[in-house]
């Protein structure tokens, strides 16, 4: 069991890992287009209330949105970070803060880049010992490290294009979950 004194080599450690085996990937993955800066204008539940979705708007004229499905665990870390209040244990995503923080590494912004498979794909870019790493990452995972990191959020405009909508616009909006996908 590590001690105390040495738990910031761990969380280097783990760090560490969890960057070589994304970064490879992420740093292959090429962007799809220009991207936008958005802000998470808030949560979405499904009409029959199973489901949750992250809604991003972006900061262009006129603003756009474009809604994410996102599992439970994902939203209620949203939801917390959106009311500016954290769980009584840390959560995953309060975890992989603690563990940036510890081995000194900022997340510089993270970015809903594409649609794959009816899967949003996001990269979160850190900031860690003078070099850039970009990390391959869920879109839900990457706007909550995001909102915990106080980071920018952006959006290419080809998922604006193809998946968002006109904020405010009067035609109603049916959320569909994604298709389901065998792993």
Known sequence: MPTRSSLPACALVLAAVMLSSTVALAQR?????????????????????DGQAVILRSKETPPREVEIWIGPTEAMTIQLRLLGR???????????????????????RVEVHSIRAAT???RIHL?????THILDARASDSIAV??????PIFVARTVLKQAG?????????????PPSTKL
């Open 120 to 122: 949003f794909v996001g």
């Open 165 to 177: 909508r006109v904020a405010g616009a009067d035609e109603p909006v049916v959320v569909q979950p």
């Open 86 to 108: 954290r769980y009584p244990r840390p959560l995953t995503h309060d975890l992989l803060q603690t563990m940036l923080d510890k081995v000194d590494a900022q997340v510089i």
């Open 127 to 131: 900031k860690h010992a003078g070099k």
């Open 146 to 151: 995001a909102l915990g990191a106080q980071a």
């Open 29 to 49: 993955l090429k962007p799809e287009g220009d991207i936008v800066e958005a802000t998470v204008s808030g949560l979405k539940a499904t009409p029959n209330g």
